[in-house]
């Protein structure tokens, strides 16, 4: 992970060209370690298939793709995925309120939400890259609904992948934090 991966999730600016990223907070507050857990549990973006989370990034990937005939065979012309992620993180809403030890713990949950994630919008940016390259690298055909059907597959196939990588990345996170504990 890169600084400039956080700053991108700071910042509310692109990874790539292809990509865009939208930052919205929920507050919390709380002046106990039992009041912060109850404010995320309460106010903290749903996430389908978890539930309440400290942090989540909705991720839209959008193909822009184009082909046809040239020079007697269809081939690619364009290839473009833009990748639309949208980004939720907490934002404390009383630090005065707050003792030094939560203050700082409160920083801790901020940070590693940010950097949680940019990885998740840096693995999406990845992939539509890769989609992007596939897709332009496909064998040029005889017959443009034959490399419709490679196009959809090969797209389809990039993107299942792509999820088992998001959900891989969290499953790595949870195993690292069940050691710690």
Do not use: W
Not at 71 to 84: E, Y
Not at 113 to 134: G, W
């Amino acid at each position: 992970m890169t600084i400039g991966l956080l700053v991108l999730v700071a910042g509310c600016t692109a990874v790539t060209s292809r990509t865009n990223v939208n930052v919205g907070y929920y507050n919390v507050g709380g002046s106990s370690f039992k009041e912060l857990d109850q404010q995320i549990a309460l106010h903290g973006p749903q996430v389908p298939g978890v539930g309440r989370a400290i942090a989540a990034t909705s991720i839209r990937m959008t193909p822009n793709i184009r082909f046809g005939q040239i020079n007697g065979a269809c081939r690619v012309t364009t290839a473009k995925v833009k990748v639309q992620a949208n980004v939720t993180l907490p934002r404390f809403a009383d630090r005065k309120a707050a003792t030094q030890k939560l203050k700082g713990a409160i920083d801790n949950i901020e940070a590693y939400a940010r950097l949680h994630e940019a990885v998740h919008v840096s693995i999406a940016d990845s992939f539509a890259e890769r989609a992007e390259k596939e897709i332009s690298g496909l064998p040029p055909t005889a017959d443009c609904d034959v490399l419709r059907e490679n196009i959809g597959a090969t797209y389809n196939r990039i993107m299942k992948e792509h999820e088992a990588a998001q959900l891989e990345f969290d499953a790595q996170e949870q195993r690292r934090f069940a050691k710690r504990s």
